[in-house]
Nanobody
């Protein structure tokens, strides 16, 4: 069992930056690939970014490539999402997720409660 707690969301203006953090419980954090997802009002939850177990590999949805960076610190059981050049369309609840083994854009087993990111124009 893994518990995930996100933080770092807030209200910012277009062009600003935010860094989201997600702290995981347990002693086997490096067993899990990690991902970030988001859900905007009236829309389905969508994949944003994923990072491999030891942070060697990452992948992103096209709309955030070049603006967002996912990373992890296994010593602190934490995964980050650095979001730069934010746009109003990035407004959503952002969720951290964990899955055993390989990284990917689906098939996650554990989810956090979400943190709200609002970008004003």
């Amino acid at each position: 069992q893994v518990q995930l707690v996100e933080s770092g969301g807030g209200l910012v203006q277009a062009g600003d930056s935010l860094r989201l953090s997600c702290v995981a419980s347990g002693r086997t954090f490096s067993s899990y690939a990690m991902g970030w997802f988001r859900q905007a009002p009236g829309k389905e939850r969508e994949f944003v970014a994923t990072v491999s177990r030891f942070g060697v590999s990452t992948d992103y949805t096209d709309s955030v490539k070049g603006r967002f960076t996912i990373s992890r610190d296994n010593a602190k059981n934490t995964v980050f999402l650095q979001m730069n050049s934010l746009k109003p369309e990035d407004t959503a609840v952002y969720y951290c997720a964990a899955r055993l083994g390989r990284m990917g854009d689906a098939g996650y087993d554990y989810w956090g409660q979400g943190t709200q990111v609002t970008v004003s124009s």
